[in-house]
């Protein structure tokens, strides 16, 4: 019998444990569309706030907005997705199912379906990844506007009420977070390539200066690098590649990606780095006629900026966090699961627990506990169902990296031990025993690590 591959354990631990849910799953779902559960809320949510605290919150240069997923159809004739936001199409002859025509791997699952015919294919058809839609009170009156494909246009069109409102200096930055929309013929992979998704983006602008925007440009493929170790990957897990000439996008000077090396898959895209030059802006001036040049105030000089992007997917991020902390090991002459999750994005910092449930004098205690951890950290969960060898082994598998417990030590039958804790590491299940006083300053020690 086959093993199952590290996606199908991941999936199903997501749907298991409440990480990740098929998107109206009770009416049959929606391909490439999904839904969090609360610990894989908690997990995103940590993801975005890291890449909030690095690249917006903990700089001066840079300004964070929330654009509108709505947009009109103009925006799109301009930033070039009307006309070039495509891919090409091929249909099945037998039943009628559409693939893209370049992805070879998406064409022989299909075949797979037909095993006692010969599959034929229609010839490619350019097929728009836009999802659009009217907007107004009947059909006569009504606007066309898409649900953007990318979150990036809404940094562009705001670039002038940035410049007004905030009167920065180049270089700066606009930063924002938000959901992106794309027809995808082939949605596959779990969150890898979704229908609905979410991206975390900087757009970063510089003068006009080719060798400084290069320097810059080069500054920022390192640090969307390092954000990425940050979250707890390997460095032999990523690798920076640069875009051959004929896969470059339209608008790009510059282009490379930061790749993780999927177990049974490959290396696939988790991040851009582009350098978008002034095309744009240059472009929404064009299309909407309004002036999106920048005034230097110091040399009295009107520029158009490059823009130097760093791009990653939310989702994406989580995927590949979720495989990369996966483990497999064996503790107690037991083979175990677990997430080895970095404290500070695991959906559960730590689990409280009485030794016995059915002992008030324990549960009092622990629930002060809990109280007390909850009203510091946030991310604290109450555990007492099964014993704890089984508790442990499920805060295990949802990536928990202490579990804490109260037992009658701690209510002083050992008075050497009165009002101390034990507490169990994730990773070793080595346990310690720590007074109850020192608990937060211990947690806090940890995460720093």
């Given amino acids: ?71 009109p159809e103009r ?43 010969k599959v034929e294919w229609s010839e ?9 839609t009217k907007l107004g009170a009947t059909e006569a009156t009504a606007t066309p506007v898409y649900l953007r494909g990318e979150i990036t246009q809404g940094a562009q069109v705001n670039f002038k009420n940035i410049l007004d409102s905030m009167h920065p200096k180049l270089p700066f930055g606009i930063g924002q977070i938000g959901k992106a ?79 993780y090396d999927m177990p049974d898959i490959g290396w696939k895209e988790a991040w851009g780095i582009h350098h978008r030059g002034d095309y744009d802006l240059k472009r929404h001036a064009e299309f909407s006629g309004v002036d999106m040049g920048y005034f230097d105030e110091e040399t009295k000089e009107r520029c158009v900026p490059f823009d130097i992007e760093c791009s990653g997917g939310v989702d994406r991020a989580v995927l590949f966090t979720l495989m990369e902390a996966y483990t497999e090991d064996t503790m107690g002459d037991e083979v175990r699961a677990y997430l080895k999750l970095k404290p500070h994005i695991a959906p559960v910092l730590c689990a409280v627990s009485p030794l016995l449930k059915n002992k008030p004098e324990l549960v009092e205690k622990a629930r002060e506990m809990f109280a007390m951890l909850k009203k510091e950290f946030g991310r604290v969960a109450w555990d007492d169902n099964g014993n704890i060898g089984k508790r442990y082994r499920r805060q295990d598998e949802i990536g928990t990296p202490w579990c804490i417990v109260i037992d009658f030590d701690t209510l002083g039958e050992n008075p050497e031990h009165k009002d101390t804790v034990t507490i169990r590491d994730r990773d070793t299940g080595k346990q310690e025993r720590i007074h109850k006083d020192k608990l937060i300053e211990y947690i806090k020690g940890k995460i720093s690590l």
């Fill in 1 to 71: 019998m086959e093993k199952d591959t590290l996606m199908e354990k991941i999936v199903s631990l997501c749907k298991r444990r409440g990480f990740i849910f098929q998107g109206s799953e009770i009416y049959g779902g929606l391909a490439g569309i999904y839904d969090y559960g609360p610990l894989g809320v908690e997990l995103r949510h940590n993801i975005k706030q890291y890449f909030w605290q690095k690249f917006i919150s903990g700089r001066e240069d840079i300004y964070p907005i929330s654009a509108a997923i709505l947009m």
């Fill in 181 to 259: 929309f794309r027809n995808e013929i082939t949605p596959r992979d779990f969150l890898f390539r979704e229908r609905e998704f979410e991206q975390m983006e900087i757009q970063y602008y510089v003068k006009p200066d080719e060798k400084e925007s290069a320097k810059i440009f080069d500054e920022w493929k390192n640090m969307a690098l390092a954000w990425y170790y940050g979250l707890g990957f390997k460095k032999e897990s990523l690798r920076l590649r640069e875009h051959e000439a004929d896969e470059r996008a339209h608008y790009a000077k510059a282009a490379w990606d930061i790749e």
């Fill in 124 to 132: 490619p058809r350019v097929f728009n990844l836009l999802v659009g």
């Fill in 75 to 117: 925006v799109w004739q301009a930033s070039g997705h009307t006309e070039l936001f495509t891919d090409p199409l091929v249909e099945c002859k037998i039943c009628h199912e559409r693939v893209r025509a370049d992805q070879s791997e998406a064409i022989e699952d299909h075949e797979k379906k037909h095993p006692k015919e």
